[in-house]
């Protein structure tokens, strides 16, 4: 299945930074009561109680406000890397395309330190030629604005079926794929220009 990363490492920071002014905000807002509390006397005592119950209302008020404030920034970086991490011009560009793509998904995607490009494309028929593949890739190519050197590229026949996409590069470009799976193959951007050069080279 296609893999959709959440947050990025950058983002994660991010939160964890806000947890971190959110704790010392609530350390600055406990009073120094010890001082009271040495002065001795009944009068002290009520009024240092008096006092622990105020701030005790105040913290609460606090950690609570804190506490949605915290959940509206932690959605609100989710939703940015999400739409960071699409590039919408790609299935556009393949559904307006005639290669027969009746629904299509592009994203930024992670495998361990590997940053790629994952594209996903379902077809109207149960083949897929050679110029329509290299008519994938230039697309790919020329639509993405995301500074990465890999594709992931998964395409499924009419009934759901993933094409055999490593033997087809292979017989156009000997070694051209980098990582094979039951459903995709990556290739680098260099190897996609490669295929659509050699596709090219056929005509």
């Known amino acids: 299945m296609w893999s959709r990363p959440l947050v990025t490492a950058h983002r994660r920071r991010m939160i964890a930074a806000t947890f971190g002014l959110a704790a010392m905000s609530v350390a600055v807002a ?3 009561v010890g001082s009271e509390a040495s002065e001795g006397g009944g ?9 622990i119950h105020m701030h005790g209302r105040r913290m609460a008020v606090m950690v609570a406000g804190l ?10 970086f989710i939703a940015a890397d999400r739409a960071d991490d699409q590039v919408e011009e790609i299935p556009a560009a393949l559904l307006a395309s005639d290669v ?7 994203e930024k995607g992670l495998n ?12 109207d028929d149960h083949d897929l030629t050679d110029s329509d593949l290299a008519s994938v890739l230039q697309i790919v ?11 992931k590229l998964s395409i499924h026949d009419v009934d759901g079926e993933p ?9 156009l470009v000997p070694g051209v794929v980098v990582v094979t799976s039951y459903e995709d193959v990556r290739i680098t951007i260099d ?8 596709v090219s080279a056929q005509r």
């Open 30 to 32: 406990v009073p120094a």
């Open 43 to 51: 009068g002290a005592l009520m009024r240092w109680s008096a006092r």
């Open 67 to 76: 506490g949605v404030a915290l959940s509206l920034a932690g959605c609100s």
């Open 100 to 106: 027969g793509a009746t629904d299509a998904y592009a």
């Open 112 to 123: 361990g330190f590997t940053h790629y490009l994952a594209v996903g494309v379902d077809l």
């Open 141 to 151: 190519v020329d639509e993405n604005d995301l500074p990465l050197d890999q594709i």
């Open 163 to 171: 094409i055999a996409l490593e033997s087809m590069m292979e017989q």
């Open 191 to 198: 190897g996609a220009r490669e295929i659509i050069d050699a």
